[in-house]
């Protein structure tokens, strides 16, 4: 929006000061054409590393995974995009090895994925329960929000991330749980209990 770039700045909620930062120094790199400058743009990220005493969704899972209790959310679904360490890394060594034009990169996962997605992945792979507090059975909604980048910009210099948002987050929280010694999945509850996400019993990383 225009007014974070207003100059005296309006007066600003907590959650513009971030943003309004990001937008101001984006302006100043892109007046300097003359420097490779390059703003690599985050919209989800995980790591083993993540602290789980944050309020983000993924830090509740992680929380519920180490504690070994159930994920409580409501069933609302959306489209997020993770990536870990490893397209960071990737894609800032890219970026360091081309002559990368001064511009705006997001760092995005090779595909990103729905909530249902997510928590039934994690369901199979590392034994996560997830209750929904509205008594929902599942995770539903065909026209889920999408909190997601569509800027090509770093794949346009040829940067491909090697594992989707499914991928990422299977294996950075499978590498928690064993930084944690807590590999085991949880024992599962009783069907008859239809708060507890119902998921399919063969794996699968689709």
């Known amino acids: 929006p225009n007014y974070l770039l207003e100059t005296p700045p309006v007066l600003l909620s907590l959650a513009d000061l971030y943003p309004r930062a990001k937008l101001v120094a984006e302006t100043r790199h892109r007046k300097r054409p003359d420097l490779h400058i390059a703003d690599i743009r985050l919209f989800g990220y995980i790591s083993r590393f993540l602290d789980p005493s944050g309020g983000s969704l993924m830090a509740g899972i992680a929380r519920a995974l ?5 994920f409580s959310t409501d069933s609302k679904n959306f489209v997020r995009d993770y990536i870990g360490p490893r397209e960071l890394s990737d894609l800032i060594k890219h970026l360091l090895n081309i002559d990368t034009p001064n511009g ?7 595909a990103p994925a729905t909530n249902s997605d997510l928590l039934e992945s994690l369901a199979r792979h590392v034994g996560l329960e997830t209750r929904l507090t509205d008594g929902a059975e599942t995770v539903a909604g065909q026209q889920a929000p999408q909190f997601i980048s569509f ?9 491909t ?5 499914v ?7 499978s590498a928690m ?5 807590k590999e085991a999945p949880f024992p599962q509850q009783s069907e008859q209990d239809p708060t507890v996400l119902k998921v399919p019993s063969q794996p699968s990383m689709t």
């Open 66 to 70: 180490i504690n070994r209790t159930p």
């Open 104 to 110: 705006i990169y997001d760092a995005v996962s090779a």
């Open 151 to 159: 800027h090509e910009t770093a794949r346009s210099l040829g940067y």
């Open 161 to 165: 991330a090697q594992r989707s948002s």
């Open 167 to 173: 991928e990422t987050v299977i294996e950075e929280f």
């Open 177 to 181: 749980l064993r930084d944690n010694g």
